[in-house]
């Protein structure tokens, strides 16, 4: 994609944001030897400044962040080059990148790199008609094991490197990297602790131990398997990857706060080990990932725990009222301006977060919209809505009163006979 970059035509690359870092620097580094401009997108104003001033070949991103973009008109989706999206299993849902698809060029390239092919294949469908697959036959044969996992942080996996290393100790050791981005850092942290450390980027020499840094391909785990004992290092978001790929799957327990927490009682032990093994915990994972990016799991855990904990014994909260009254709210922008009532849905529910349950009756007539919203909450949203682009048009909202009429005190003073008043 970096090959086809042209001018004025920049790329975007969405990422999902405990990934920002790791992706930012790869493609930063990928972009000097082109000598292309790069921001890595942590926020708008930033990229919004550079965008502006068309001095801005890649964008490195988040899909929040693009979306803020596209509202503020910095980010024309019309004029992107290529669309590269990482991990697009992580999204919220299908609809999430609407805003942006739907005004990107038909000839404009688009990249998806994902661990869930089937998950992801209606949204290929319907924005990458005909896409080239590549890769995703080696995870469907089947997963190879048996290996031992580590879960880590992105930025933590140097560090829960040297931590596998020191639970171990193993006769003889191989570091397999996907690149040779990391092997400085590797070495300088454990080196001094194993004298035998090999890095290998390629295929793996036979040793005791084979720690893979970056989660491996089928075929390339394959060739791990066959030279040693394989530990994986699993980052925040690619379990179900390295589900996949890798079984049976065995965790290595790092030390860290949970051997000085062991008095936890059985019973609720056994219940959250329950949750575990039966329930659906990907969305959980996923709204913790920044933590995770800040704090090792354990103390994650046991934060979570405490909450846990203490809301059993709180007394519920109050009911709120219930109430069916509805206000309509007026949006500047209509038919003419080629406004939809799904762009309009879009903009309450990705940029507002607003429940899309409570959006009521939407009416588009040529020149305004009228959306129907709780009574109790249209002032705030109108007030929100005011400034928004949509469709490139910056639109005034507020909410709205009605025709309107005559003051009743003006009406009464049309039907009151004269005041008679006396003069001198």
Not at 177 to 187: E, F, M, V
Not at 373 to 394: D, Y
Request: glycine share 6%; aromatic share 4%; proline share 7%.
């Amino acid at each position: 994609m970096l090959s086809r970059v042209e001018a004025g035509k920049p790329a975007l690359i969405l990422v999902p944001p405990v990934q920002l870092e790791e992706w930012g620097a790869l493609i930063s580094d990928l972009a000097q030897d082109a000598s292309l401009s790069v921001q890595v997108g942590r926020g708008p104003s930033r990229a919004m400044r550079r965008l502006r001033g068309e001095s801005l070949d890649v964008l490195v991103t988040t899909l929040e962040t693009a979306l803020q973009l596209v509202a503020r008109s910095a980010l024309r989706m019309e004029t992107v080059g290529g669309l590269f999206l990482a991990w697009p299993e992580s999204l919220p849902d299908d609809d999430s990148l609407m805003p942006l698809m739907q005004d990107l060029p038909r000839e404009a390239q688009r990249i998806v790199y994902t661990a869930e092919p089937a998950r992801v294949s209606a949204w290929v469908d319907r924005y990458a008609r005909k896409a080239l697959t590549v890769g995703a036959d080696q995870v469907e044969a089947g997963p190879l094991g048996p290996v031992r996992t580590v879960a880590t942080a992105w930025n933590r996996r140097v560090q829960a490197l040297a931590d596998v290393v020191e639970v171990v100790d193993p006769a003889s050791l191989v570091v397999w990297t996907a690149d040779r981005a990391y092997h400085q850092s590797i070495r300088r942290l454990i080196a001094g602790n194993q004298s035998d450390l090999q890095l290998i980027a390629g295929d793996a020499p036979a040793a005791n131990t084979i720690i893979a840094f970056d989660l491996p391909t089928r075929d390339r785990l394959e060739q791990l398997l066959g030279a040693g004992e394989v530990i994986l290092l699993v980052p925040t978001g690619t379990e179900s990857y390295a589900a996949r790929v890798a079984s049976p799957r065995r965790p290595l327990q790092l030390p860290g706060p949970l051997d000085t927490a062991r008095s936890a009682e059985s019973l609720q032990r056994q219940e959250i080990q329950s949750i575990i093994e039966t329930g659906q915990v990907s969305r959980a994972l996923l709204t913790l990932a920044p933590l995770f990016e800040r704090y090792d799991g354990p103390t994650v855990a046991a934060a979570l725990y405490e909450l846990w904990r203490g809301s059993a014994n709180a007394a519920p909260p109050l009911p709120k009222p219930q109430t069916s009254e509805t206000a309509k709210v007026y949006v500047g922008a209509g038919k003419k301006d080629g406004v939809t009532a799904n762009d309009l849905v879009a903009v309450l529910t990705k940029e507002l977060r607003f429940d899309r349950t409570q959006i009521g009756r939407i009416e588009l007539r040529d020149g305004y919209s009228l959306i129907e919203l709780p009574a109790q909450e249209a002032e705030r949203l109108a007030g929100l809505l005011n400034g928004v682009t949509i469709r490139r048009k910056r639109v005034s909202a507020r909410v709205d009163r009605g025709p309107t009429r005559p003051a009743r005190e003006n009406s009464d003073a049309r039907t009151r006979p004269p005041r008679r008043t006396n003069s001198r």
